[in-house]
């Protein structure tokens, strides 16, 4: 599509083009830390092992409450931070080390590599294989991570591990402003002009 709009012939060159731009996407989310609400941190394997591209991501999320004004509580999701890396003790720590303010409750599954985390307050549940404990404990982080794959799988039909970082920065981008969706366009602009350069063939 871009390479329509650009009237380029090099469909290559296009291809790094978004490279670059979903590369500043990401370095314009990597300034921020999730400290909102209790964050949802859980692991995820994007992609096919039988197209040979599969892969892990660790994913973390804001959970905003407040009361509406029927005396409701309700929620939602905030911010996220996405890691593309395999669910071990230390890619976890870095991620909430790099994207997670210190002192904030943080709940995960069951998973050995999530439990002990530094700078912060980890609750767990074990909730493997019951899929209504999984929708009460980490609702948003399940819901990020299936719309994430479906976007990868559906929009762009598969996505090469090694390049996963990228998209995942791009989609994790539109979802960080989705509320603002009027001036996403603008303030990816700014994000590209402030960025850091990327050589195109990187």
Same mark, same amino acid.
């Given at each position: 599509?871009?390479?329509? *709009?650009?009237?380029l012939?090099?469909?290559?060159? /296009?291809?790094?083009? @978004?490279? =670059?731009?979903?590369?500043?996407?990401?370095?314009?989310d990597?300034?921020?830390? @999730?400290s909102?609400g209790?964050? #949802?941190?859980?692991?995820?394997?994007?992609?096919?092992?039988?197209?040979?591209?599969?892969g892990?991501?660790?994913?973390?999320?804001? !959970?905003?409450?407040? /009361?509406d =004004?029927?005396?409701?509580?309700?929620?939602?999701a905030?911010?996220?931070?996405?890691? +593309?890396a395999? #669910? !071990?003790?230390? %890619?976890?720590?870095?991620l +909430?080390?790099?994207?997670?303010? =210190?002192?904030?409750?943080? %709940?995960?599954?069951?998973?050995p590599? $999530?439990?002990?985390?530094?700078r /912060?307050?980890?609750?767990?549940q074990?909730?493997?294989g019951d899929?209504?404990?999984?929708?009460?404990? $980490?609702?948003?982080?399940?819901?990020?991570?299936?719309?994430? =794959?479906?976007? /990868?799988?559906? !929009?762009?039909h598969?996505?090469?591990?090694?390049h996963?970082?990228?998209y995942l920065? #791009?989609?994790?981008?539109?979802?960080?402003?989705r509320?603002?969706v %009027?001036?996403?366009? *603008?303030?990816?602009v700014?994000?590209?002009?402030?960025?850091?350069?990327?050589? @195109?063939?990187?």
């Open positions: 599509e871009l390479q329509r *709009h650009l009237g012939k090099s469909y290559g060159r /296009v291809w790094g083009i @978004l490279q =670059k731009i979903r590369t500043a996407l990401q370095q314009r990597d300034g921020y830390e @999730l909102t209790v964050i #949802e941190l859980d692991g995820a394997t994007f992609g096919r092992r039988e197209a040979g591209n599969q892990d991501a660790l994913v973390a999320i804001e !959970t905003i409450t407040w /009361v =004004k029927k005396g409701q509580t309700k929620q939602r905030g911010f996220a931070k996405v890691l +593309v395999k #669910e !071990t003790k230390e %890619n976890a720590q870095q +909430v080390d790099d994207g997670v303010q =210190k002192g904030m409750m943080v %709940n995960t599954d069951g998973s590599c $999530l439990r002990n985390l530094k /912060v307050d980890v609750d767990y074990v909730v493997s899929s209504e404990a999984c929708e009460r404990w $980490l609702p948003w982080v399940h819901r990020f991570i299936s719309n994430a =794959k479906a976007w /990868v799988n559906g !929009t762009h598969g996505v090469r591990y090694k996963m970082s990228r920065a #791009e989609y994790t981008y539109r979802f960080n402003r509320h603002d %009027n001036r996403l366009f *603008h303030r990816a700014v994000a590209c002009a402030t960025a850091t350069p990327v050589p @195109l063939c990187a």
